[in-house]
Nanobody
Framework: QVQLVESGGGLVQPGGSLRLSCAVS????????MGWYRRAPGKQRELVAG???????NYADSVKGRFTISRDNAKDTVYLQMNLLKPLDTAHYYC???????????????WGQGTQVTVSS
């Protein structure tokens, strides 16, 4: 069974920083893409940032220059460093991993339960 466990959310003032972490555990053959999504109240879930196993990254336009995604393949962990936070960044942030549990299996999506980020003065 695969588990994704996020940490690092919380309440921060505008202009502040937070660092989210997501550790993947369980029966894993290989992790391909890892990413962070968010869902704000009344809005659809959106991709915030993604990173491949080779370190290729992509970001939502709204976070470019402020957020940085990284991963530690040895620890099966992905991070999201969030700087210059804005009230519009307030959302529930979810970790996602595309992985195989066996060499012969198919790639599948796995999700964490999420962590709340609130940006408010």
């Amino acid at each position: 069974q695969v588990q994704l466990v996020e940490s690092g959310g919380g309440l921060v003032q505008p202009g502040g920083s937070l660092r989210l972490s997501c550790a993947v555990s369980g029966s894993i053959f290989s992790i391909y893409v890892m990413g962070w999504y968010r869902r704000a109240p009344g809005k659809q879930r959106e991709l915030v940032a993604g990173i491949t196993s080779d370190g290729i990254t992509n970001y939502a336009d709204s976070v470019k220059g402020r957020f940085t995604i990284s991963r530690d393949n040895a620890k099966d962990t992905v991070y999201l460093q969030m700087n210059l936070l804005k009230p519009l960044d307030t959302a529930h942030y979810y970790c996602n991993a595309v992985l195989k549990t066996t060499w012969y299996g198919v790639r599948d999506d796995y999700w964490g339960q999420g962590t709340q980020v609130t940006v408010s003065s």
